[in-house]
């Protein structure tokens, strides 16, 4: 390399140039591994019509998802009840429709609330060490020592039954998880050159918690809360059937599939129709995941 | 590994003293006064403050957290309002119907979910590997309460070929219990009919319970596999003739098992979560419906004691997963110097 070259190599906007380039070329890999794998285009489609059918719920919906018409109660599926009625005479399409805002809602919030907890808990307790890494690390391994479901269903069982302490119970399940990965992110960081170089000239502990750290920190954890969506809503259905979450008259879908077990024999559809959109949404966000894991394993890039 | 085995020993203890402070702490949230549920609805306010000083209500809560404490060094968990039994009793009760659930369910997901995840790693890539992992990605998705239900409508209420919810045939009459466990006290007492009804009992809500598992065996199953099959060692049987059958079953796979051994242990704590709605769907009389019931009435004692033993179980599980994966893999015990 002659030094014209290497002086030109070094000037900031050539080094912009060439990281934009880089950037782009992961973007640009990354789009072809999604485009290759069908799994992940099925998943990403199905979760974009959710959000979609979220939006636009009011003008999808044929019927008053609240309105009860007892006249017209356990009707099978037809033109006019798609999905049919349930035992109160609701049209169980509309409920399903109206029910996609509440799951997202559910999913985003539990996200929202717990991935801070879990990075800010992460952050201080790989950065700082020590004590605060002792204390803070014993807490969340008690969390971590009960089940899941279990310590939803407990929290919400004792906050009292409501969406909003569903959503609380499963942030509470969730956020040790989060912590223990974001610790371990902050600890291959916290000694790497740069953050020494930083160190030297100056700055802060929270400075560099906040301002260096906690970046390095986000996608992971941003990668690793879209693989529990998943799970998040598989939990909230599941305190929902047990009648701890959403409460009556709420289209929440996993209540609906407990409103209809009484009338599982002769009206399958009031049951099994909502349990089949959480399928559906379940599988759709484990689907991405799995492609995920994939587009961002070193091995499947190099080919 | 003597050394280690205390340090993990020394950790189990801290966090049972923390399961121990999260019950306590909700006890404390939830929204009954404990007083009201045991002086019952007439009493009047006199006897319920006298009820108050007996059972240490007045008392700072950190008395009221170390009576809690000493309760349980002495393993006293209270009453049940439910069963109107020590919440102890009933919890070992409950428990052999749950344990011989999750067994079965256990012997389900690893007969299906090893050979699934082995066939993928050695078809790497094939339209099977694609299909047991869409399978196996169905597995995790489906909400097990949903599942129940449709077995239940399609097996039991319209093919008939599968008895209805329950342990057993109201007909019958239960063995002496032994085990608590129906298959293995039906056949101390030599009641085959007994043990022929359980076991049709049994039928759908393990393999409920079995497919909440199965996925996740069978992808620690292909990713080990895949790993082990890249080895040095392995290609050397290959060259030195051996054909590919006995490449993986004598060489790859044992190795390919410790990792799945691990996620076994795992498994079966996942089962206790599964078994809350299983059994709940199904009316078996175990330890999961017991905590439903618990949470659904606000069983205070129930609750607290419930949660704890679950979470105190699932720790022990924990424990001895690691303590048996150390044991499995020599390169475990680089641990000891880390931390």
Request: with cysteine.
């Amino acid at each position: 390399m002659t030094d014209t070259a290497r002086e030109d190599a070094l000037k900031p906007e050539v080094v912009r140039q060439m990281r934009r380039d880089a950037r782009k070329r992961y973007f640009q890999d990354s789009y072809t591994l999604w485009k290759r794998n069908p799994i992940t285009m099925i998943g990403t489609i199905t979760i974009a019509l959710l959000i979609l059918i979220a939006f636009i719920a009011p003008l999808l919906a044929t019927h008053d998802p609240y309105e009860q018409i007892l006249a017209d109660r356990l009707f099978a599926p037809s033109a006019e009840h798609w999905f049919g009625t349930d035992n109160l005479g609701r049209d169980i399409y509309s409920r399903v429709v109206h029910g996609s805002r509440l799951t997202l809602m559910i999913a985003i919030l539990v996200a929202v609330i717990s991935g801070p907890i879990g990075l800010v808990v992460g952050v201080l307790s790989g950065y700082l060490g020590g004590w605060v890494d002792e204390v803070l690390m014993r807490i969340s391994d008690v969390f971590l020592a009960f089940p899941k479901l279990i310590l939803a269903v407990a929290f919400a069982a004792a906050l009292g039954t409501g969406l909003e302490n569903a959503i609380i119970a499963i942030s509470v399940a969730n956020w040790p998880g989060y912590a223990r990965m974001v610790r371990a992110e902050t600890l291959a960081v916290r000694n790497s050159d740069y953050i020494q170089a930083i160190r030297v000239l100056g700055a802060g502990r929270l400075r560099i918690m906040v301002g260096h750290i906690t970046p390095m920190c986000m996608s992971t954890l941003i990668v690793r809360v879209s693989f529990d969506m998943g799970a998040i809503i598989l939990i909230a259905a599941g305190l929902g059937f047990l009648g701890l979450g959403a409460q009556p008259p709420s289209p929440e879908w996993g209540l609906m599939v407990s409103d209809g077990r009484d009338y599982l024999v002769d009206q399958w559809w009031v049951s099994t129709l909502p349990g089949l959109a959480i399928l559906i949404v379940v599988l759709g966000f484990n689907l991405i995941g799995d492609g995920i894991r994939d587009i961002l394993d070193p091995h499947q890039r190099q080919s | 590994m003597g050394n280690y085995i205390l340090k993990r020993l020394v950790s189990l203890c801290i966090t049972v003293a923390g399961i121990a402070i999260v019950t306590f702490f909700l006890s404390l949230i939830v929204p009954i006064d404990p007083l009201a549920a045991i002086a019952g609805p007439q009493a009047d306010p006199e006897t319920v403050e006298r009820l108050r000083a007996v059972y240490g209500f007045d008392q700072p809560l950190h008395v009221q957290f170390f009576r809690y404490v000493e309760r349980l060094a002495h393993f006293d968990l209270g009453m049940s309002f439910q069963t109107g039994r020590p919440v102890l009793d009933d919890i070992i009760y409950f428990f052999p119907a749950t344990f011989e659930l999750a067994s079965i369910a256990m012997i389900i997901a690893i007969v299906f979910g090893i050979p699934l995840g082995v066939i993928s790693a050695v078809k790497r890539n094939s339209f099977l590997d694609q299909a047991a992992r869409v399978i196996s990605l169905i597995g995790v998705s489906m909400p097990v309460f949903w599942l129940g239900l449709v077995l239940l409508l399609i097996f039991y209420f319209k093919l008939s070929w599968l008895p209805e919810p329950g342990r057993l045939d109201i007909m019958l009459i239960e063995p002496p219990r032994i085990t608590g466990m129906l298959l293995i006290d039906s056949i101390i007492a030599g009641d085959w009919e007994v043990f022929q009804d359980a076991l049709m009992h049994s039928i759908m809500p393990a393999t409920v319970l079995g497919l909440f598992g199965l996925a996740g065996i069978a992808r620690i199953a292909r990713s080990s596999m895949l790993d082990v099959l890249s080895q040095e060692y392995v290609k050397t049987a290959r060259i030195k003739g051996l054909s590919e059958f006995w490449v993986i079953v004598r060489h790859a796979f044992p190795n390919a098992l410790v990792p799945t051994v691990t996620m076994i242990g795992l498994t079966y704590g996942g089962l206790l979560e599964g078994a809350v709605l299983t059994e709940t769907i199904f009316s078996w009389p175990g330890l999961g419906r017991y905590l439903t019931v618990a949470f659904l009435t606000l069983d205070l004692n129930a609750i607290v004691g419930g949660t704890m033993l679950v979470a105190i179980s699932y720790s022990l599980v924990n424990l001895l997963v690691d303590l048996l994966y150390a044991y499995l893999n020599p390169k475990i015990t680089l641990a000891k110097g880390e931390g």
